[in-house]
């Protein structure tokens, strides 16, 4: 699977921003689509994962009932809109994917910088 990530940006403490992330790939059917982070001087962390059909999300708790994965069938692109956005959500965000049956994403698109400033 391909993937290419966009919409960081930068905002201020409070505001919102939505990500989205345009896949392309032989089959979506048992395809996982997740979303990470980096911030500086940090490790990677997982931030949601969407499973393509049925829509199935996952969230980690520290953004869970800020932010909100899904997906535009059609278009083929996972959305991760997060609200309520904090100076700590600043990092780069990546999108990637993985198959039903495994627990390693091996596909990775290119991050975008998310900054919130304060």
């Known amino acids: 699977v391909q993937l290419q990530a966009s919409g960081g940006g930068l905002v201020q403490a409070g505001d919102s921003l939505r990500l989205s992330c345009a896949a392309s790939a032989r089959t979506f059917s048992n395809l996982i689509i997740g979303w990470f982070r980096q911030a500086p001087g940090k490790e990677r962390e997982f931030v949601a994962s969407?499973?393509?059909?049925?829509?199935?999300?996952k969230y980690a708790p520290d953004v869970q009932g800020r932010f909100t994965i899904s997906r535009d069938y059609a278009k083929k692109t996972i959305y991760l809109q997060m609200n309520s956005l904090q100076p700590e959500d600043t990092a780069v965000y990546y999108c990637?994917?993985?198959?039903?049956?495994?627990?390693?994403?091996?596909?990775w698109g290119q991050g975008t910088q998310v900054t919130v400033s304060s």
């Open positions: 990637a994917g993985r198959i039903l049956a495994s627990d390693e994403y091996n596909s």
């Open positions: 969407l499973r393509w059909n049925p829509a199935i999300p």
